[in-house]
């Protein structure tokens, strides 16, 4: 098994229990999505957009059945027109998952959703890769990615983390006797040991601040006072006015009786 290739090993036991369970998971995480474009970057073998309503959807990838061949860190596709874009496993494989992110990161509309998976290095999967480092079996080849790193990535790049899940509890076994005898951990696992599991989903959402506007601050000093100063001598002209007439305001004056001049 020296020579396996990453399609080779989802075609064994071991791979086609975590398969189905990916895709089980990925079903859940986008049926509810809407947009106009999707994107699925990597693992061919995966229909990650199968549950999804969105019409227009785009597998890309550098070999296998794709839609579009080309490289992830390099995406023939126009900035802010995706959706909602999927990641299988397509950083821990990839020579340089930073310029994958920051590519991806220029597709997405704002608001848009991002959701990966990847192989979790703190978990009973994590201890098989530390004892086959320097091998070129997968998916033990891999750079397996920490949940709290990619996090990291993630928010340095205007993402907000909104789900994740664990799944893969049972021990990374090649056989389907043992993975048969240890079912009963992915229930347990999921239930005591949430972290644990050997693969994770995150969900996360491009936020793109808004602008605001800020006003000069005005200053009391600009402010004529000749606009009060006219207010105060109407005031006093009104006062002496009222004086001189010997009127009060308010106040209704009597009549003068019939036949006398006013």
Same mark, same amino acid.
């Given at each position: 098994? /020296?020579?396996?290739?990453? #399609?080779?090993?989802?075609?064994?036991?071991?791979?086609? #229990?975590?398969?189905?369970?990916?895709?089980?998971?990925?079903?859940?995480?986008?049926?509810?999505?809407?947009?106009?474009?999707?994107?699925?970057?990597?693992?061919?073998?995966?229909?990650?957009?199968?549950?999804?309503?969105?019409?227009?959807?785009? /597998?890309?990838?550098?070999?296998?059945? /794709?839609?579009?061949?080309?490289?992830?860190?390099?995406?023939?596709?126009?900035?802010?027109?995706?959706?909602?874009?999927?990641?299988?496993?397509?950083?821990?494989?990839?020579?340089?998952? #930073?310029?994958?992110?920051?590519?991806?990161?220029?597709?997405?509309?704002?608001?848009?959703?991002?959701?990966? /998976?990847?192989?979790?290095?703190?978990?009973?999967?994590?201890?098989?890769?530390?004892?086959?480092?320097?091998?070129?079996?997968?998916?033990?080849?891999?750079?397996?990615?920490?949940?709290?790193?990619?996090?990291?990535?993630?928010?340095?790049?205007?993402?907000?983390?909104?789900?994740?899940?664990?799944?893969?509890?049972?021990?990374?076994?090649?056989?389907?006797?043992?993975?048969?005898?240890?079912?009963?951990?992915?229930?347990?696992?999921?239930?005591?040991?949430?972290?644990?599991?050997?693969?994770?989903?995150?969900?996360?959402?491009?936020?793109? #601040?808004?602008?605001?506007?800020?006003?000069?601050?005005?200053?009391?000093?600009?402010?004529?006072?000749?606009?009060?100063?006219?207010?105060?001598?109407?005031?006093?002209?009104?006062?002496?006015?009222?004086?001189?007439?010997?009127?009060?305001?308010?106040?209704?004056?009597?009549?003068?009786?019939?036949?006398?001049?006013?």
């Amino acid at each position: 098994m /020296t020579n396996l290739t990453l #399609h080779d090993w989802l075609l064994t036991p071991l791979g086609q #229990h975590v398969l189905g369970q990916e895709q089980r998971v990925l079903d859940d995480a986008v049926c509810n999505i809407f947009g106009y474009n999707a994107l699925q970057v990597f693992m061919p073998e995966l229909d990650a957009l199968r549950a999804n309503r969105i019409a227009h959807r785009i /597998t890309l990838c550098r070999h296998g059945p /794709t839609s579009l061949r080309a490289e992830p860190h390099a995406l023939p596709l126009a900035s802010q027109t995706i959706d909602l874009a999927v990641l299988p496993h397509a950083l821990e494989f990839s020579p340089n998952p #930073h310029a994958i992110l920051r590519e991806i990161t220029r597709v997405m509309r704002p608001e848009g959703r991002l959701i990966l /998976t990847a192989f979790n290095p703190r978990s009973l999967w994590g201890l098989r890769q530390s004892f086959s480092r320097g091998t070129q079996e997968y998916p033990w080849c891999g750079h397996f990615i920490a949940l709290s790193r990619l996090k990291d990535w993630l928010s340095l790049l205007g993402f907000e983390v909104s789900a994740g899940r664990f799944w893969a509890y049972v021990p990374p076994f090649q056989s389907d006797r043992w993975l048969y005898r240890f079912r009963f951990m992915e229930p347990a696992g999921d239930r005591w040991w949430g972290v644990g599991g050997g693969v994770y989903m995150l969900q996360a959402v491009k936020r793109v #601040h808004g602008m605001r506007l800020i006003t000069p601050r005005w200053s009391p000093s600009l402010v004529p006072k000749k606009v009060l100063a006219s207010t105060v001598r109407s005031s006093v002209s009104r006062y002496n006015a009222i004086q001189s007439h010997k009127v009060l305001p308010f106040v209704r004056q009597p009549r003068p009786p019939e036949g006398h001049a006013p």
